[in-house]
């Protein structure tokens, strides 16, 4: 369903103040029938668009390996030179490999994020130098961008919490991270603060920008 994985470009689009163009490329079965939607006149949209540079690619929900030849030098060449690259769902095993691993992650993709369900975002969250540009491997099940469930009243207020996560990456890899960053912190071994009770957290403001940070 384009319409439904679009709308899922369309929220980060907007929460995060991105612009962009979607080129839909997909299929089913033997990977060498896969085609972009709309045929050659698809493929030739999608060449044309990558005759310019942006500062941000994206691939969500399959193999970036799937995509032809020319698509895939067309968008690594901007990589190499200083754009960002984010996967979502399966690895570009080719591209992102174990020696161009960021570790520890940047702190700009988890400072702050909760843990949902007992994982932390670092479980699903890889980041990689580019040579000049930076890359990001979302490692869930994806079907545009943010991570792929079935529809529940709780998966939908959780949608939230994997733009956050969706959502940071893009901004770190276009280099478009936030100056000031918020990390929350409560008693170790704890998700929330019980209000029945008296308890004490801390939130730690990290300024990265020459100028002075007012509060």
Request: glycine share 10%; proline share 7%.
């Amino acid at each position: 369903d384009p319409g439904t994985r679009l709308r899922d470009v369309v929220e980060l689009c907007q929460r995060f103040d991105l612009r962009g163009d979607a080129v839909l490329f997909g299929g089913s079965g033997d990977p060498r029938k896969w085609a972009f939607h709309g045929g050659k006149l698809g493929e030739e949209r999608a060449e044309r668009l990558l005759a310019k540079p942006y500062q941000l690619y994206v691939v969500g929900g399959f193999p970036m390996e799937r995509l032809p030849a020319k698509i895939q030098y067309l968008i690594l060449e901007q990589v190499a030179g200083g754009a960002g690259l984010v996967c979502c769902g399966p690895a570009p095993c080719e591209y992102m490999t174990t020696k161009r691993r960021i570790d520890p992650l940047p702190a700009p993709l988890v400072d702050g994020v909760p843990v949902l369900d007992g994982k932390p975002p670092t479980e699903y969250t890889t980041a990689y130098r580019m040579r000049d540009g930076r890359g990001v491997w979302l490692k869930y099940e994806a079907h545009a961008v943010t991570a792929r469930h079935s529809f529940s009243w709780r998966g939908l207020a959780e949608y939230d919490y994997w733009a956050l996560v969706a959502g940071r990456a893009l901004l770190w890899a276009a280099s478009r991270e936030a100056e000031v960053s918020v990390n929350p912190a409560i008693a170790e071994g704890s998700s929330s603060v019980d209000r029945a009770q008296a308890g004490r957290a801390t939130v730690t403001l990290t300024n990265t920008s020459p100028r002075p940070l007012q509060v």
